[in-house]
């Protein structure tokens, strides 16, 4: 079944560490995204990438990074440059027009 | 900017009630507009879009009607069950300056049986 990946479902780091979610998708999708969502809040774009090897900056990238050498991959990491790191993280994808197309999420809490 | 804007949640209703989930839109162009859906501890689920002026998206029993006039894209469902207890979010696709889609703030819906 296609589909869009993330691992883990839970992740729980101290603070001062870097921390790196995966997302893989095996829709042949162009476009990669990531979001965060705080509880009660909509999302917010992290970095998108609209091509392997080029990504963009969304609304807050900032105490992020994120690289996209497969098609397939787009890794973020949360570095300790972020100063509430704690939150819901989404992966989604889509061709090159949309509509999005999610994956599970992964919660992250840092302490 | 663009943006889209929900109302308020939570919305409370007993199972077989009417629902109405206003969402209404500022944008340039024609974007295409779409309902997310969001189960507890879930992703995303596209629930259903509209590309165009008086499109009308629907899926599950759920609708919602392009309306350029009043820059609206109300969700509907004739009868509401449990089940359908989750957070809705409205979006647009915004292409300027490249493939990214704008997002409501999301309206929770609580189904009583």
């Known amino acids: 079944d296609g589909g869009i990946t993330q691992s883990p479902k839970y992740l729980f780091r101290k603070e001062g560490q870097n921390v790196t979610l995966s997302c893989e998708q095996n829709l042949n999708h162009d476009a990669m995204y990531w979001y965060r969502q705080d509880p009660g809040q909509g999302l917010r774009l992290i970095y998108y990438s609209q091509i392997v090897n080029d990504f963009q900056k969304g609304d807050i990238a900032e105490g992020y990074s994120v690289s996209r050498e497969k098609k397939e991959s787009f890794p973020l990491t949360v570095t300790s440059a972020q100063k509430n790191p704690t939150a819901f993280y989404l992966c989604?994808?889509?061709?090159?027009?949309?509509?999005?197309?999610f994956g599970n999420g992964t919660r992250l809490t840092v302490t | 900017g663009n943006s889209v804007t929900q109302m308020e949640g939570p919305v409370t209703l007993s199972e077989e009630a009417f629902l109405t989930i206003n969402c209404t839109y500022t944008a340039t162009g024609y974007p295409s507009l779409f309902w997310y859906v969001q189960y507890p501890g879930e992703g995303l689920q596209l629930l259903l879009k509209a590309t165009k002026a008086d499109d009308k998206g629907s899926n599950k029993g759920f609708e919602a009607t392009y309306r350029k006039e009043t820059t609206s894209f109300h969700l509907e469902k004739g009868s509401v069950q449990v089940s359908d207890s989750a957070v809705y979010f409205c979006?647009?696709?915004?292409?300027?300056?490249?493939?990214?889609?704008?997002f409501g703030a999301g309206t929770r819906l609580f189904v009583k049986a």
């Open positions: 979006a647009l696709a915004d292409y300027t300056g490249g493939f990214k889609t704008i």
């Open positions: 989604a994808s889509s061709p090159s027009q949309n509509p999005v197309y």
